[in-house]
């Protein structure tokens, strides 16, 4: 199961931390991702996380400001987002797949366990 909490309504130019815990799962067998969805649009890629951790990957208009790392130890994964913009604003996910190949790593169809989701918003 995998519980992401920490959002909430920042201004514009704003920092915000998501965490995304993984109870009942070693995290370092999982290649955790944030993806995010705003109304009236498609599951957005934002960031992934290699199992190591020692790779990550992002969708371009967050790169720079948006950071995702990972406590092995904790089972949790974190998406440390400043200088947020009103086009941040959407409902984030976090997921989860043992069995995922990197070159699929930004496919939402790609990870078998998912999270129940946290509001950011942005005001301008």
């Known amino acids: 199961q995998l519980q992401a909490s920490g959002g909430g309504l920042v201004q514009a130019g704003g920092s915000l931390r998501l965490s995304c815990a993984a109870s009942?799962?070693?995290?370092?067998?999982?290649?955790l991702g944030w993806f995010r969805q705003a109304p009236g649009k498609e599951r957005e890629f934002v960031a992934a996380?290699?199992?190591?951790?020692?790779?990550?990957y992002y969708v371009d208009s967050v790169k720079g400001r948006f950071t995702i790392s990972r406590d092995n130890a904790k089972n949790t994964v974190y998406l440390q987002m400043t200088s947020l913009k009103p086009e941040d604003t959407a409902v984030y996910y976090c997921?989860?797949?043992?069995?995922?190949?990197?070159?699929?790593?930004?496919?939402?169809?790609?990870?078998?366990?998912w999270g129940q989701g946290t509001q950011v918003t942005v005001s301008s």
């Open positions: 009942g799962r070693t995290a370092s067998k999982y290649v």
């Open positions: 997921a989860a797949d043992g069995q995922l190949i990197l070159s699929n790593v930004r496919q939402p169809g790609a990870y078998k366990y």
């Open positions: 996380n290699r199992r190591s951790g020692t790779a990550a």
